[in-house]
Every structure is written in C-alpha cells, then in structure tokens.
C-alpha cells in the first residue's frame, strides 16, 4: 500500500517504519524542516533501539521517504496516518490544535478515496468531529478510522511489529477492509468496534496501567511500615493470571509522554460527561507523591540539605529512552535545587534532553557514573539502566563523602547491599535497607 505518516514524533517515525519494512510504500511528513532534513541525512530526532537500522534499510530500498509536503504525499497515498501531538492544556484536556490542523490540510489535498486512520491519542468523540471537519472541505469520498497505538518507548518496534492487539474502530466497510488489510500480518488479534469504543481503549488501557503503578506503589508503602518485601508481594500477585506481573515494580512512579497526560485527559472526558472518576483522580495523586519518597528519605538521613552534593542516576522516565517528559527526575532535581543542593547527574542517553527542561547553575552535568558519585553526600538512582545495574557499588561507596545511596528503582539485591557499607534505602523493602547509623553519624561530624 502507498501510506503517508502526517507527523514524525515517537509514534509516527516508529509506525511509519514498521509499515515500509512490511513492504508498503511509506512516506513520512511533518512541517518541522530541521527534523525532515535530519532524516533525510540519516539522523534520528529519537532515541529507539534499532530504529536507525531500519530507517537506513528501507530508505536504502526505496520504500521509506521524507518531505514537508502534505499535499503531495496525501495526492499519492491510499491511507493517510494522523500521528501529530495531542499535548495537555493547563485543565488536563487534550489540546487538538494539531490534529485539527492536520485534517484540514488533508481535507484540501484530496483527490480521490482516502482511508484517514488516526493514530494520535483523542478524546473520546474526536473522529467524528474529525470526519466532520473533513466532509465540510472537501467532495471526495474518505472514511476516518480510529487505529489507537500501544507501543512502549524502548521497545517501540517490537510492540509495533509483534502488537497483543490491534484496534480498529470505524462504521465503515470499505475502511474496515483498508486497516484490516494494513495490520493482517502483525497479529491475528484484530479487533473491530465503533470508533468511540476504540478511543475509549486507547485511555482505558494507559489509566488501568498506571492504575497497577501506583497501587503497588502504596502496597510498597505499606510494606514499609509492616515490615514485608514488596517485590516478594508483586511476585507472589502477579503468578494470579487475573493479576499478571507487568507494571508491578514498585518505586518512585511513573512519567512520559503516555500516562499522566492520557489519565489527566480521562479524568477530563469523565467530568465533561458529568461523572467524576474518584479513583483516577487518586491514582494521580499517589503518583504525584511518590516521587518525592527520595527526597523525604534524604533529609531523614541527612538533615538539612542545603549546601549538600546529590548524584542523580537517570533522567529519563524509563531505560532504553531519552524522553525526559514528566520524568520524576524533573520534579526530584528541581526540588533539591530549591533546598540549595549541588545536583550532578548522570543518564547514558536523555541528558541534552533534561538540560532542554531543567538549566540551573547548581547543576553539574557528568560523564560517567563515577562523575556523579564523587563527593556526594548522598546519590539517588531514578532510572534503572542496565549500566547501573552492573556498577560496582563498593567503589562508588569509597568515591562518595557520605555513603547515602536512595535506590528509587529496587535494582540491587539484599546480598549486593550487605557486601558495602551504604547507607541504603529502596522501596517498600525494609529487610534490604541497612544503616549503619554509628560510622554515620561519626562521618557526618
């Protein structure tokens, strides 16, 4: 099929080359000059493990292509993917500004019979209001296709190619045989609703999961004050195949580009629609709090944290990415700036991107994770990158001016801690936690 992807972001890019390296003719847009020229010199405006290789690939054979022009691309295409940002308003609704524009652009490209299939995250009702917009501008015939993505940031291609589902929310045949068509090889799991339904999974699903985040969050918690092992809990729940283990690791709370806006939208649809989401609005307040867990425990065993030197480990929301957006490490560092702290932070991949976000002359940018240990009185590891996972922890100890380590991320086990003499705090694991409150207190005299 001849396909034009409009908007190069995480989700278009990714889709876009997953479609050419099935074998259909993709080309992608987007009216970001810099970012099109990028690609077209072969650099991507992303971080995503094997999406460079592909892109290279399929350039290569003609099947991949870039440009700024919508309505040449729209003129040639069969299928036209809306994949542009839906970011938040200050109320938490979803700004659609960009999908609007994006659909009156293609509404006076038409030629001839388009499938519009709308990949973007939309309030439920947008389609049609879409589809509307489109019937206003145009006399060609089209169908607007809702085809709702899920796939995760660090394993982008993966969720892209091997889907657990596909969506496919439209009321017409014609379009249905279209998407069905596009998506046939990728999974036998494909569903078809009314367009509403399929923009009402899209937002059911994210506030579900970040629903299992924070729950095992409070159940961490909890554990904390009864004296159980959260990760011992989490086990022991997700072998319960109605519970299942995914998105059960407690810590300091979930961020990106994905979760808080789509639970903040959905809150958002519920009161439009005169219903308050109680427990929504609770997921969002306990993920809110959890991140600053790392902060409380450092003024526990540090007291006062002005003029002290804290080593942050990640940036990034999640390992395998650089997207800092909603990241806890914005809130955490910029929190700690504001106590009068000395920042230093180290992450493998998202640091530019942070820097982007987060400027401030206490900061002071690393290069390694020994750069970020060095004189610290304290060192909190909010993502948990491989490359963390396999530091030796006796010399960051020896590197450190006080041996405080907060483990946001519950990367090391009970055996690893007891091999040093860190003053080490996880979530919800009190047997794992030590402190060795004696040679502390002395050290910090």
């Known amino acids: 099929m001849n396909i034009s992807v409009i908007g190069v972001g995480y989700v278009g890019l990714v889709s876009g080359v997953c479609f050419s390296e099935l074998g259909n003719k993709v080309i992608c847009v987007d009216k970001d000059i810099t970012k099109i020229e990028m690609l077209k010199r072969g650099e991507i405006p992303i971080y995503e ?47 659609l500004q960009y999908i609007e524009q994006a659909a009156r652009e293609i509404a006076l490209a038409i030629n001839e019979y388009k499938v519009i299939m709308t990949k973007s995250t939309v309030p439920v009702g947008t389609n049609e ?14 169908d607007v296709v809702s085809v709702p993505e899920f796939l995760r ?8 190619l091997y889907p657990d589902r596909i969506i496919i929310g439209t009321d017409s045949k014609p379009a249905e045989q279209k998407a069905v068509e596009l998506h046939s090889t990728l999974t036998d799991q494909i569903i078809v609703t009314d367009i509403r339904s399929a923009e009402m999974i899209k937002y059911a699903s994210n506030a579900f999961l970040a629903t299992k985040i924070s729950f095992i969050n409070e ?29 059960l690791n407690a810590g300091i709370g979930y961020g990106g580009s994905c979760f808080p806006k789509d639970t903040e939208a959905l809150i958002q649809i519920a009161g439009n629609a ?12 306990v993920n809110k709090h959890q991140r600053f867990n790392v902060i409380n425990k450092l003024e526990d065993l540090l007291g006062n944290l002005s003029s002290k030197t804290i080593g942050i480990w990640g940036l990034a929301f999640k390992p395998n990415t650089d997207d800092v957006r909603d990241a806890p490490s914005i809130e955490i560092v910029e929190t700690l700036i504001k106590k009068g702290c000395i920042i230093k932070v180290y992450d493998p991949i998202a640091m530019n991107n942070f820097r982007k976000v987060v400027n401030h002359e206490n900061i002071v940018w690393c290069d390694s994770i020994t750069d970020a240990a060095i004189d610290c009185h304290g060192v909190c590891l909010l993502t948990e990158w491989n490359e963390f996972k396999e530091v030796d922890l006796k010399n960051i100890e020896k590197l450190m001016k006080l041996p405080v380590f907060i483990d946001g991320r519950n990367v090391y086990a009970k055996e690893r801690i007891e091999e040093t003499g860190l003053n080490y705090y996880s979530i919800g694991r009190p047997d794992v936690n030590q402190s060795h ?9």
Request: net charge negative; charged share 25%; with cysteine.
């Open 49 to 95: 493990p094997g999406l460079k290789e592909l892109i290279d690939k399929n350039v290569k054979a003609g099947r991949l292509s870039f440009t700024n022009e919508l309505s040449e691309s729209v003129q040639a295409s069969e299928i036209i993917i809306i994949a542009v940002g839906t970011p938040s308003l200050p109320n938490g609704e979803a700004n």
């Open 129 to 142: 209001k879409i589809a509307q917009m489109i019937y206003e501008l145009t006399e060609h015939p089209f």
């Open 153 to 160: 940031e660090g394993s982008a291609i993966k969720d892209t």
């Open 219 to 247: 159940i961490a918690n909890i554990c904390e004050k009864v004296n159980a092992d959260v990760t011992l809990v989490a086990k022991g729940m997700g072998l319960d195949k109605r519970i299942g283990p995914s998105f």
């Open 274 to 285: 005169n219903y308050e989401f109680k427990l929504l609005k609770s997921v969002v307040e």
């Open 437 to 445: 409150i004696a040679d502390f207190i002395e050290k910090v005299k």
